[in-house]
């Protein structure tokens, strides 16, 4: 037990100059306040780091490989998080009980997409989904607040120019 607590803690050590104050400092704060209860992210240090300063449960998918026992929560978080066409939001939402999703922004960097399994414009699906609210939107650190009741549909439904979106 001991030795897992000190390799999150060296890691959350080695990490700290990479992310910013919003995340390190500030960020279990805001959780609170926002009354999360589970997190959804893109990276298991990302995962790690946000259990070990907020106690919250995270669930989270990843860039290079992903085990065929995580494979079905890694596909429900990609779901809410817009990177797949090829399921149901509302059901993803509901499988997974998550209140709030995380992305590092840097996640999406260009040393990243060479082998990363997921989109390059993860980033900007994520910031496109309706059923996600944004709470933090200053790179590199984006948080979303995840809507339980939404209509996909109407929320997917292009804009007819004046606001409505019936023909």
Not at 35 to 55: C, Y
Not at 94 to 122: C, N, V
């Amino acid at each position: 037990m001991g030795l897992s607590l000190s390799v999150v803690s060296d890691e959350i050590a080695n990490n700290a100059a990479r992310l910013p104050n919003t995340f390190t400092r500030d960020m279990p704060a805001i959780l609170r306040a926002e009354d999360a209860t589970r997190v959804i992210t893109v990276e298991h240090r990302m995962a790690r780091w946000t259990a070990t300063l907020t106690g919250l449960p995270v669930v989270m998918t990843d860039h290079v490989w992903v085990s065929d026992s995580q494979g079905r929560m890694a596909a429900l978080v990609e779901c809410v998080l817009n990177f797949s066409e090829e399921c149901e939001p509302s059901e993803a939402i509901e499988e997974l009980q998550a209140t709030h999703a995380l992305i590092y922004g840097g996640s999406f960097g260009h040393e990243r997409i060479a082998y990363s399994r997921l989109p390059k414009d993860g980033l900007e699906r994520a910031m496109a989904a309706p059923w996600l609210d944004p709470v933090i939107s200053e790179y590199p650190v984006y948080l979303w607040r995840i809507k339980e009741d939404f209509d996909v549909e109407h929320a997917l439904a292009p804009s007819l120019g004046d606001g409505s979106t019936d023909p």
